[in-house]
């Protein structure tokens, strides 16, 4: 189930307890609670898909971040490896040597620009999904308290 799934469910379980009719001079609405029951256990079978997409999410970024290390040690060595090779055959040494930090400065700054969107990508899709656990969590909780209610009365 994706997300916006889960958010029709959590849409549906509001809808049910907004259109409750009210108990007079109690504050409290008459739910069905089969209609609640079954709304909750959908809810409840969407959220280990979303926590599996997590868990995706986290080995996807692990992943690209491996990914953008190996490749920015690539690119160190063979700079590396131009720079000896600069030097050998360069009859300007000083060129040489700037030439070569400047490659490895730049493959640094790749490897951490590769680093970093690898970060902002897992903690956005992170961020979202925390958002959409938040919201169900309180929606199943006024489901709760307002069961709970229901059942006092």
């Keep these: 189930m994706n997300r916006i799934n889960l958010v029709v469910l959590l849409e549906q379980l509001e809808e049910l307890v907004e259109k409750a009719p009210e108990l007079p001079l109690t504050g409290r609405v008459l739910i069905d609670a089969d209609q609640l029951l079954d709304l909750i256990d959908q809810i ?35 700079a590396e490896e131009y720079a000896a090779k600069l030097i050998r055959e360069s009859e300007i040494h000083r060129q040489a040597e700037q030439e070569a930090r400047r490659i490895v400065e730049e493959a640094s700054q790749r490897a951490k620009e590769i680093t970093r969107g690898a970060d902002e990508y897992a903690d956005q899709v992170l961020r979202n999904l925390q958002e959409a656990l938040e919201k169900t969590l309180s929606v199943v909780t006024k489901g709760r308290e307002q069961l709970n209610k229901n059942a006092s009365v």
Excluded: F, L, N, Y
């Excluded at 080995?59 to 690119?75: F, H, L, S």
């Design 44 to 78: 409840r079978t969407s959220v280990p898909e979303e926590v599996r997409r997590a868990e995706a999410v986290s080995v996807e970024k692990d992943r690209v971040i491996a990914e953008g290390q190996q490749k920015a040690e690539r690119i160190v060595a063979q």
